[in-house]
């Protein structure tokens, strides 16, 4: 069991930048897969990026080269560095975590997590 929480969000104006952060406990957290989600109002959630154990990345295709997911498995913490952000960055975004997936789970899926923070909102106004 991981216990996961956001920090880091607030309003930016439209090309700014954001970093998240997630601070996680409980259980031993290296071997956790751990992605941030987003979801803005009226719309399903959706994966944003992931990074494995061994520090293997993967983004949506909504963010790439504007959003770096990063983790220090020694003070189990993620981040999400968000930068050049537009109005359709707005959601509220979660961290989440995953353990003993297979080399072909879809780490951008939110059915693919078992444990979640509480979110951290993101606007961005233009």
């Known amino acids: 069991q991981v216990q996961l929480v956001e920090s880091g969000g607030g309003s930016v104006q439209s090309g700014g930048s954001l970093r998240l952060s997630c601070a996680a406990s409980?259980?031993?957290?290296?071997?956790?897969?751990m992605g941030w989600f987003r979801q803005a109002p009226g719309k399903e959630r959706e994966g944003v990026a992931a990074?494995?154990?061994?520090?293997?990345?993967n983004y949506a295709d909504s963010v790439p080269g504007r959003f770096t997911i990063s983790r220090d498995n020694t003070n189990d913490t993620l981040w999400l560095q968000m930068n050049s952000l537009k109005p359709d960055d707005t959601a509220m975004y979660y961290c989440?975590?995953?353990?003993?997936?297979?080399?072909?789970?879809?780490?951008?899926?939110?059915?693919?997590?078992?444990?979640w923070g509480q979110g951290t909102q993101v606007t961005v106004s233009s």
């Open positions: 990074i494995s154990s061994g520090g293997r990345t």
């Open positions: 989440a975590a995953a353990t003993g997936l297979a080399w072909w789970a879809p780490v951008l899926l939110p059915a693919t997590y078992k444990y």
């Open positions: 409980g259980s031993t957290y290296s071997p956790y897969c």
